[in-house]
């Protein structure tokens, strides 16, 4: 999903078939225009990575005066934090990375900030850390059931006078934390 600031969201397609890979482009299009945020699955990391390195998107984002933020969601489990590290070395400061350490799927990151390799490449490249605040699962599956933004859900009726503070709780505390990294415009 492809969302430009502020919340006019496109879909826009990764693939491996050369036919459709180009339809990816609207991204950095877009870019000129207005910032860019690209919620993307972890699936599709290698898919992504080989769209930027075809298309030289770092040095032509330099040239064009457009930079690049990787905000790396993750779980605090092995395989999301291999991937994080995987991101980061291969991109070895050319992107900035953030990473968001998700307390919905986990609140005990003491394993995480023990690992030595995962502490030296956030002073090596710089990557600032967030949590990203738990979020409710009566108030998640609500609005995943609705189909409905968390804009509409915070007005909803239907979650109660509770529901919607709850939910205006955690979008605040979720917008405090993208305002700690000064990575936003």
């Known amino acids: 999903m492809l969302c430009h600031l502020f919340w006019l969201c496109r879909a826009a397609l990764f693939s491996e078939d050369e036919k459709k890979f180009y339809e990816a482009d609207r991204i950095f299009e877009l870019a000129f225009e207005k910032s860019v945020i690209v919620n993307l699955p972890a699936q599709v990391y290698p898919l992504v990575t080989k769209w930027m390195g075809r298309n ?20 605090g489990g092995y395989d999301s934090v291999q991937l994080f590290l995987k991101s980061v070395k291969h991109f070895d400061n050319k992107i900035a990375h953030v990473l968001v350490r998700n307390l919905g799927l986990e609140d005990d990151w003491s394993s995480v900030e023990e690992m030595e390799e995962v502490q030296n490449a956030i002073k090596k490249y710089e990557v600032k850390v967030i949590d990203f605040p738990k979020f409710y699962s009566r108030e998640r599956n609500a609005i995943d059931a609705q189909g ?6 915070r007005n909803s009726q239907e979650l109660g006078v509770l529901g919607r503070q709850r939910i205006k709780s955690f979008m605040l505390s979720a917008y405090e934390a993208f305002e700690t990294t000064g990575m936003l415009p």
Do not use: M, P, V
């Open 56 to 75: 030289n998107l770092i040095e032509l984002g330099k040239q064009s005066r457009i930079s690049f933020c990787k905000w790396f969601i993750c779980t």
């Open 148 to 153: 409905i933004t968390f804009d509409l859900a």
